[in-house]
């Protein structure tokens, strides 16, 4: 069973660009989050979907972060534009239900602002 | 809210000697799991062990066990014959128990991580 996908593994942007990463769960799994992960620390929470539902985007920076999950399959994390301090490993999880079940991670996209 | 401390940066074992790796927390839910979750250079996040709050005994999964003091909010990890491969970063995490509708739910919160150095 392939595991969780995201690209691209590495990213390299100037300042104020845009930039997108993308995540394809394990197939069946109904939850889907994002968490950032700065050098040397753990990850935290942006955004965790229940289907296409985000449900809990309390630490996303909205005014120039999204997401979205429009068919509760696949999901799609922006920064526009991104800013110095956004370099970092982005990464996607995804789990049957977000109750009970183990949370399976990808690779990581790791951004690099200059 | 609730923290995850790992106050250990970095830790070193010898080949087949035993470790173990420190971690507390702070909550006030009575109903919780903590894991622990290694992350080697590749960076791919791999589950551990797990930990339900509810149980008294300690998880065990081959090598790896942990020691649970809930009354003390301590959750360490212990790996036994350390193997070369066991390498990497850990990090604890910390996840309510709650329903799927609540905010909080399957939300990890994890600890600064531990790098872990296994000597040939």
């Known amino acids: 069973e392939a595991g969780v996908v995201q690209s691209p593994r590495y990213k390299i942007i100037e300042k104020k660009q845009p930039v997108a990463f993308w995540c394809n769960p394990i197939?069946?799994?109904?939850?889907l989050y994002w968490y950032l992960q700065n050098l040397g620390q753990g990850p935290e929470l942006l955004i965790r979907y229940e289907n296409e539902e985000a449900v809990d985007d309390s630490q996303l920076p909205k005014d120039r972060f999204s997401a979205e999950r429009l068919k509760g399959v696949d999901s799609t994390l922006k920064i526009q534009p991104a800013e110095l301090g956004d370099s970092a490993v982005y990464l996607c999880?995804?789990?049957?239900?977000?109750?009970?079940?183990?949370?399976?991670f990808g690779p990581g996209t790791r951004l690099t602002v200059l | 809210a609730q923290t995850v401390t790992q106050s250990q940066p970095e830790m070193s074992v010898q080949e087949a000697e035993t470790v173990t790796l420190s971690c507390t927390y702070d909550?006030?839910?009575?109903?919780?799991?903590l894991f622990w979750y290694k992350q080697p250079p590749s960076r791919q996040m791999i589950l551990v062990i797990r930990q339900e709050a509810y149980k008294q005994q300690n998880a065990t999964e081959n090598r790896f066990s942990v020691n649970f003091q809930k009354a003390a909010k301590s959750f360490s990890l212990k790996i036994s014959d350390s193997q070369l491969g066991d390498a990497a970063m850990y990090f604890c995490a910390y996840r309510s128990a709650g329903l799927s509708g609540s905010s909080n739910t399957g939300k990890l919160i994890f600890g600064q991580g531990t790098t872990l150095q296994v000597k040939p």
């Open positions: 197939s069946g799994h109904n939850t």
């Open positions: 999880a995804s789990s049957l239900w977000s109750s009970y079940s183990e949370q399976f």
């Open positions: 909550t006030s839910e009575s109903d919780y799991y």
